[in-house]
């Protein structure tokens, strides 16, 4: 139905239309941009013994990756022709400022004191989860140090054989 709307905007106005497709690709990128920032900001620490840490290329390809997206989002943004007129503007900037602005309220008001975010069992903490020993077993190290070749979902589910 959404999908149905959004595409009867194009009827209407084409300026509208590539602002929505462009704020869609804007937001999405954004949205993927954001946790690599973030990781890459605290140093990687979170990713260093995952199973897929990307090795000592990680940081070269987050690095790539925010530099690709920030040109992308500047991309979108960009007037389909020039001259720019109000109808060849290209309005993905207005719409996905407001958006973000929206989200920024919405949390003002209601995230910050209703939001807890996924819960993080104690032996998924950085450091901690997917070390590989050295026979190339995925084994877990626990805040106290010690390693068990047991999932999380295995140590947190009670046996249903007892």
């Not at 149905?4 to 937001?27: D, E, K």
């Not at 920024?104 to 993080?120: A, C, D, E, M, Q």
């Amino acid at each position: 139905m959404v999908d149905c709307v959004l595409g009867c905007i194009y009827f209407g106005s084409t300026s509208a239309f590539n602002a929505f497709t462009g704020v869609a690709t804007i937001c999405l990128s954004v949205s993927y941009g954001i946790p690599i920032l973030v990781s890459l900001i605290r140093g990687r620490e979170a990713v260093k013994y995952s199973s897929f840490s990307l090795g000592k290329f990680g940081f070269f390809i987050n690095v790539c990756t925010i530099v690709w997206i920030s040109l992308a989002i500047v991309l979108f943004c960009m007037p389909t022709a020039i001259p720019v007129t109000p109808v060849s503007m290209n309005y993905a900037s207005v719409v996905f400022m407001g958006f973000a602005s929206i989200s920024l309220i919405w949390y003002i008001i209601s995230g910050r004191k209703n939001f807890t975010g996924p819960p993080v069992p104690v032996d998924h903490y950085a450091g901690h989860d997917g070390q590989v020993a050295e026979d190339g077993v995925r084994r877990t190290i626990t805040e106290d140090g010690r390693s068990s070749n047991k999932s999380s979902e295995e140590k947190a589910a009670p046996s249903a054989s007892k």
